[in-house]
């Protein structure tokens, strides 16, 4: 369907010569449209409906022969592109020079970054027919890396796989380990886990099975840098032996951090000590970035090394050029300022990782999708609502078309929910939230993740918006088990998050019971504990409705002025203005200000909203 040189034309049609006489009629009767008369301009359909009933009504032998004129035509005059030649050979029935032109084709369109076009050219290789066993391997590899840089991780991962079992022993390895680090960042982490097993079993490692092993592991790991310490030689000989085991331990601890976090932060490690020993910068900065965020939510003490960390890998990316290593290094401040609550700043660390690793690198699936995840996290958490809401469903829409289930369930566990919140959509938010969960567990069903705890959390978040409980008694109790079991309570914000809802669920439940009171109480009392502004600005908001439930309005208010103050001094915009929202209404006062800034900031309705955020009371 494309214009063709007049020439090529005439040749495709057996003309010794451009005859102007021919095209005449044609040009009259509205047929072609021409760009002059010289040999080299363009002929073209003059519009695809013609081209479309005329290709139609040739019968399909007739039309081998055409395609056959065309692709000959095309490739002696060297104005055909491979990809058309391609086309033209493959209408021929001339398969074979159909498949070396399309693979021509895909190649160049894999280094001009066209990924999501080379994938679909790798695959047209294989429909002209079964490839030399010789050309599979390095055909289904190629392919992988496009579907891979294209952010189709599980097709990369099944291509990956395919792959593996084409190839020789020695290439086997990288390709599986790919194929497992690909599945588990496309969200299906029970076939990753499964061929992780086998690839760390290859290299001498293996992957801790029990909770207590996988314990026992981090913490003896973990023990053994801080005894160890920071130190290496930079080297170049290192045994293959030692860079495949830390490769594997690298790729097992990235692929799996975001879902199974304790298993990913026991690889992570590994990982660190292992790239230590290697000597290897972009090996050592890799690791650096993966396991600094890991330990900077573990008190002063995990700041202080994961600051030793990025310092650590800031000095060996400084002098070197390659943009990835800076991609990291930006990428692993940016999980640092995440556990620290320091929004704003994630926000523009993983902002630059994000545009590094978009324009200048290839191979990052994973390292993309945590980017954004967590640019969307840190976004509602700074109160950049309109950019979230504006970010969210493009993300979610595009992670459904790649079937990048880690991503679509991520999104869809928690900011699109929040942003069908601020829309006044509460049931399409939880009918999204349980859907997403039914489709994870499908694929994740051991264990209990990331995309779990954010589920549920936000379902109870619509529980307060609503002034309803859709959520079981025991709902919040189980969750809260389950979050302590797996090691999420060590996330900073989302052991608050979860505190201040086990808060505002006594409080809700008080009226009828008091001993929920001393429920509240108690975790208002942790919340305290933590003695930062995050954890005690929650504690102000519960202690607050603790002292409304007595009577106390003065002291709620008080208590409310307090938490207003904490938010406000580590950014979290949002939850100050429902604070101010909170204030208004309980004290009788103004509540335009507080709602003016939330509906200029996309929320429909500001109290239910509110209440969501930082309240509790039941509908009347």
């Known amino acids: 369907g494309r214009p063709l040189a007049q020439a090529d034309a005439f040749a495709a049609a057996d003309f010794d010569h451009r005859s102007p006489a021919t095209i005449a009629p044609l040009r009259a009767g509205n047929l072609v449209r021409i760009a002059g008369v010289r040999q080299s301009d363009e002929i073209a359909t003059f519009h695809d409906k013609i081209r479309e009933t005329v290709v139609d009504l040739i019968p399909s032998e007739v039309r081998r022969g055409y395609h056959r004129g065309l692709a000959i035509a095309l490739e002696s005059s060297n104005r055909g592109d491979s990809e058309t030649l391609a086309v033209h050979f493959a209408g021929a029935g001339e398969s074979a020079k159909a498949g070396g032109y399309y693979l021509k084709a895909a190649d160049l369109a894999s280094a001009s970054l066209a990924f999501e076009r080379a994938a679909r050219l790798y695959r047209m290789v294989f429909d002209q027919g079964a490839p030399l066993p010789e050309a599979e391997p390095v055909l289904r590899q190629k392919r992988a890396a496009a579907l891979s840089n294209s952010g189709r991780g599980v097709e990369a991962a099944n291509e990956f796989a395919q792959a593996a079992r084409v190839s020789d022993q020695a290439a086997r390895f990288a390709l599986e380990r790919s194929a497992a680090y690909h599945y588990c960042a496309g969200g299906y982490i029970d076939q990753g886990r499964a061929i992780f097993r086998e690839v760390l079993g290859r290299v001498g490692l293996s992957l801790p099975e029990s909770r207590a092993s996988i314990l026992f592991a981090l913490l003896f790991r973990r023990l053994k840098l801080v005894l160890r310490g920071l130190d290496f030689e930079e080297r170049s000989d290192a045994p293959a032996g030692l860079l495949n085991q830390t490769d594997a331990a690298y790729a097992a601890g990235a692929g799996l951090i975001m879902a199974d976090q304790v298993c990913g932060m026991a690889m992570s490690s590994l990982s660190i000590?292992?790239?230590?020993?290697?000597?290897?910068?972009?090996?050592?900065?890799?690791?650096?970035?993966?396991?600094?965020?890991?330990?900077?939510?573990?008190?002063?003490?995990?700041?202080?090394?994961?600051?030793?960390?990025?310092?650590?890998?800031?000095?060996?990316?400084?002098?070197?050029?390659?943009?990835?290593?800076?991609?990291?290094?930006?990428?692993?401040?940016?999980?640092?300022?995440?556990?620290?609550?320091?929004?704003?700043?994630?926000?523009?660390?993983?902002?630059?990782?994000?545009?590094?690793?978009?324009?200048?690198?290839?191979?990052?699936?994973?390292?993309?999708?945590?980017?954004?995840?967590?640019?969307?996290?840190?976004?509602?958490?700074?109160?950049?609502?309109?950019?979230?809401?504006?970010?969210?469903?493009v993300l979610l829409r595009e992670a459904e078309e790649r079937e990048d289930l880690y991503s679509y369930a991520t999104i869809a566990t928690f900011s699109e929910p929040v942003v069908l919140g601020m829309a006044d959509r509460p049931d399409e938010a939880r009918g999204l939230v349980r859907k997403t969960l039914a489709r994870w567990e499908q694929r994740a069903r051991r264990g209990h993740h990331l995309q779990n705890v954010m589920g549920a959390l936000t379902l109870m978040w619509m529980d307060f918006y609503d002034g309803r409980s859709d959520c079981p008694e025991d709902f919040l109790d189980e969750q809260t088990r389950l979050l302590k079991k797996h090691f999420f309570n060590r996330v900073g914000v989302l052991r608050v998050y979860y505190l201040d809802a086990k808060v505002r669920t006594a409080l809700r439940r008080a009226s009828r019971d008091p001993r929920y009171l001393r429920i509240a109480e108690k975790a208002v009392s942790e919340l305290r504990q933590e003695r930062r502004d995050l954890s005690l600005a929650y504690a102000a908001t519960g202690a607050s409705g603790i002292l409304l439930e007595r009577g106390d309005r003065d002291g709620a208010i008080v208590q409310l002025e307090q938490a207003a103050r904490h938010f406000d001094r580590i950014g979290m915009t949002a939850q100050f203005w429902s604070v101010r929202w909170r204030i208004g209404k309980i004290g009788g006062g103004s509540v335009a200000e507080a709602e003016s800034w939330l509906r200029a900031n996309g929320v429909a309705d500001p109290e239910r909203f509110s209440r969501m955020l930082t309240g509790y009371e039941a509908m009347p």
Not at 300 to 307: A, E, K, L, N, Q
Request: net charge neutral.
């Open 273 to 393: 000590l292992l790239a230590l020993k290697a000597g290897e910068p972009l090996r050592l900065v890799r690791s650096v970035m993966l396991e600094a965020s890991n330990i900077a939510g573990e008190g002063w003490t995990g700041v202080h090394r994961s600051r030793r960390l990025l310092d650590l890998g800031h000095r060996v990316a400084a002098c070197r050029d390659e943009p990835i290593l800076h991609g990291w290094i930006s990428m692993g401040e940016g999980g640092v300022a995440f556990l620290l609550g320091e929004w704003q700043s994630c926000v523009e660390h993983m902002q630059k990782a994000e545009a590094i690793f978009s324009d200048q690198c290839t191979g990052v699936v994973w390292e993309l999708a945590s980017a954004r995840m967590l640019i969307l996290y840190s976004l509602f958490n700074c109160g950049k609502l309109i950019e979230m809401s504006k970010r969210s469903p």
